[in-house]
């Protein structure tokens, strides 16, 4: 299944108790929908002591937030946008499927 994020995209949270917030994308699970965003919809563990955490107690980590809640920042514009997909031949006549921002209209590439 093809996702419209991936690991290293810079997104916005569109819906929800952490709407507005931005940050970027840590891991993206694809088999359960979700992405880890990077400061986003944080939660407190409580974690036995151990060697590396001599004193145990709690620690902050990000959880999973469901794909559908996220869109992508365009590099360009600094605006959310949708992604679209399309086949671009290479000058050695390799294709390939690149991603590009619908909002801006432009064809070039996402990275």
Do not use: W
Not at 11 to 32: C, D
Not at 58 to 78: D, R, Y
Not at 92 to 109: A, F, H, P, T
């Amino acid at each position: 299944m093809k996702l419209h994020i991936k690991k290293g995209d810079t997104v916005i949270v569109n819906s929800g108790e952490f709407r507005g917030q931005k940050g970027t994308v840590l891991q993206v699970l694809v088999k359960k929908n979700r992405a880890i965003v990077e400061g986003v919809n944080m939660v407190s563990k409580a974690v036995k002591p151990s060697a590396q955490n001599t004193e145990g107690g709690f620690v902050k980590k990000e959880a999973p937030i469901h794909i559908s809640n996220l869109m992508l920042i365009c590099p360009e514009t600094g605006k959310p946008t949708r992604i679209g997909r399309k086949v671009v031949e290479d000058s050695n006549g390799v294709k390939r499927l690149v991603r590009y921002s619908k909002k801006s209209k432009d064809q070039k590439e996402i990275k």
